[in-house]
């Protein structure tokens, strides 16, 4: 799949993946600071420049209105989308001052997912992710605790198989966590969902295989 790389303006410290020659990197607005500070050369910018410490120069600009429905990061993944991307590595996009920014790149994931998309949204030790009417796998290697959520009312036909706890054609609901506090067991693992849409957290260590 051909990457794009998200960069936000949230935690710092957030886990950063490797980044290799070929991946198209957009800063979303602020995103632009954070670049500069670790060294990322951003392919284009795109906000509409309030909390930047100045205007974005040395790369290609797309400048939003300051009063509009999408996030810069939503703007940011849209055009990723409009580039023929198909797989979306949000950096930076969680914590900081703004918690409703934090959701909102969760439910990014999910706007995603309902288009045939792939995203990551990256925490400090973890990573989340959005699957539709699909499924998920990850190696014998992977280790560590994971969990799914159901993102968009109630994900039907769901399974888990070679985890610590199984589902067999299971209904995960947004009102009841079961799916929390799994664990990978030394085995191949696949969790899968015939009818509706999952959030599935992993440890940043593993990654889930093709």
Same mark, same amino acid.
């Given at each position: 799949?051909?990457?794009?790389?998200?960069?936000?303006?949230?935690? &710092?410290?957030?886990?950063?993946?490797? $980044?290799?020659?070929?991946?198209?990197?957009?800063?979303?607005?602020?995103?632009?600071?954070?670049?500069?500070?670790?060294?990322?050369?951003?392919?284009?910018?795109?906000?509409?420049?309030?909390? /930047?410490?100045?205007?974005?120069?040395?790369?290609?600009?797309?400048?939003?209105?300051?009063?509009?429905?999408?996030?810069?990061?939503?703007?940011?993944?849209?055009?990723?989308?409009?580039?023929?991307?198909?797989? !979306?590595?949000?950096? !930076?996009?969680? #914590?900081? &001052? *703004?918690?409703?920014?934090?959701?909102?790149? $969760?439910?990014?994931?999910?706007?995603?997912? &309902? *288009?045939?998309?792939?995203? =990551?949204?990256? !925490?400090?030790?973890?990573?989340?992710?959005?699957?539709?009417? #699909? /499924?998920?796998?990850?190696? *014998?290697?992977?280790? %560590?605790?994971?969990?799914?959520?159901?993102?968009?009312?109630?994900?039907?036909?769901?399974?888990?198989?070679?985890? &610590?706890?199984?589902?067999?054609?299971?209904?995960?609901?947004?009102?009841?966590?079961?799916?929390?506090?799994?664990?990978?067991? %030394? *085995?191949?693992?696949?969790?899968?969902?015939?009818?509706?849409?999952? =959030?599935?957290? !992993?440890?940043?260590?593993?990654?889930?295989?093709?």
């Amino acid at each position: 799949m051909k990457r794009c790389f998200v960069i936000a303006a949230g935690d &710092k410290d957030c886990h950063i993946p490797p $980044i290799t020659e070929g991946d198209y990197i957009i800063a979303a607005d602020k995103g632009f600071d954070i670049c500069k500070e670790i060294g990322l050369n951003p392919d284009l910018a795109v906000g509409d420049w309030d909390s /930047l410490s100045e205007p974005p120069a040395g790369c290609p600009i797309i400048e939003l209105p300051a009063e509009k429905d999408d996030t810069d990061t939503l703007a940011a993944i849209k055009i990723g989308i409009q580039k023929g991307y198909d797989e !979306f590595h949000i950096l !930076f996009g969680t #914590g900081g &001052k *703004r918690i409703d920014h934090t959701i909102a790149n $969760i439910q990014s994931l999910l706007y995603l997912s &309902k *288009r045939g998309k792939r995203g =990551y949204l990256y !925490f400090k030790e973890s990573v989340i992710t959005a699957v539709t009417n #699909g /499924l998920l796998r990850f190696s *014998r290697n992977a280790g %560590g605790d994971l969990a799914i959520f159901a993102a968009d009312g109630t994900a039907c036909g769901v399974y888990e198989k070679g985890l &610590k706890y199984s589902l067999n054609n299971a209904e995960v609901t947004c009102d009841f966590p079961i799916g929390a506090s799994n664990s990978f067991t %030394g *085995r191949e693992s696949e969790i899968s969902v015939k009818k509706g849409s999952l =959030y599935i957290v !992993f440890p940043k260590e593993v990654f889930p295989i093709d």
